[in-house]
């Protein structure tokens, strides 16, 4: 099974520490953040996995040689692509270590997301030729994914009030946060990789998402049992992590 681990980011909100180092390798109980996404990943039997890097590659490239076998990486050194971007040039390029089918799933994990659902029942849910993605709709955000009774149908701006596609009709629609971690079929990284065009250029899965729910299917999945989650996202936040992980 693949994977892709998003660890190219700069992380500026996470200063201190990302003036010298990677996001990913922000250490969290007695590893790095990108140590525990892997061996979640592992868990599940996931044994070709591909982490893109951009902000001090070096280290998250030696972290990787050090500590895991058969985990490869896609350099957006010269080139920061963001998440739509990142997976684009993973698919061009063939980044796995083995041929990627159509109807073969992709996990895709942020590596500054850390949570300790287990994915076997988000494999489970997943079918082919879907995106289906972790959504909370108990957890506030600015920025909300919205669904009809089966599938995303759009996205709103809880702030500006944008409704993305324009025009849709919000009344009785289920809304929810996105929580990082998805799960698409071979196929679907195909379309992420033409909607991308013919330039790599910085682009993001969510307006891919946006942009696309109207004619694929994507789904959500919410854990049944409870769960702990947290952005990485700022130093502050980093420390909330710490006290609830660390002191279990």
Not at 1 to 28: C, E, N, W
Not at 159 to 185: D, Q, W, Y
Not at 227 to 242: H, M, P, Q, S, V
């Amino acid at each position: 099974m693949k994977a892709v681990v998003f660890a190219a980011g700069i992380g500026s909100r996470l200063k201190p520490f990302t003036d010298y180092h990677p996001k990913a390798l922000a250490p969290l109980a007695g590893k790095p953040l990108l140590g525990h996404v892997i061996e979640k990943l592992y868990a599940v039997g996931v044994d070709d996995i591909v982490v893109n890097v951009h902000h001090f590659p070096s280290q998250i490239i030696n972290y990787l040689y050090d500590n895991y076998s058969h985990v490869g990486v896609s350099d957006e050194s010269e080139l920061l692509l963001d998440t739509a971007g990142g997976i684009a040039k993973i698919y061009r390029e063939k980044a796995f270590r083995t041929p990627l089918l159509p109807t073969e799933p992709v996990i895709i994990h942020n590596a500054d997301i850390y949570t300790d659902f287990s994915l076997c029942g988000m494999l489970e849910s997943h079918r082919e030729g879907r995106a289906t993605l972790l959504v909370d709709p108990a957890r506030k955000s600015s920025r909300e994914l919205l669904f009809d009774e089966k599938k995303m149908i759009g996205w709103r701006n809880v702030k500006t009030g944008l409704v993305r596609p324009s025009g849709l009709e919000t009344a009785g629609v289920h809304s929810a946060a996105f929580g990082g971690v998805h799960i698409m079929s071979g196929d679907i990284l195909a379309a992420v990789d033409e909607y991308v065009g013919a330039e790599l250029a910085p682009c993001s899965i969510m307006d891919f998402y946006i942009d696309s729910c109207a004619k694929i299917d994507i789904v959500p999945f919410t854990p049944v049992s409870p769960y702990r989650w947290f952005d990485i996202g700022t130093a502050e936040k980093l420390e909330a992590a710490r006290k609830c992980v660390e002191n279990q």
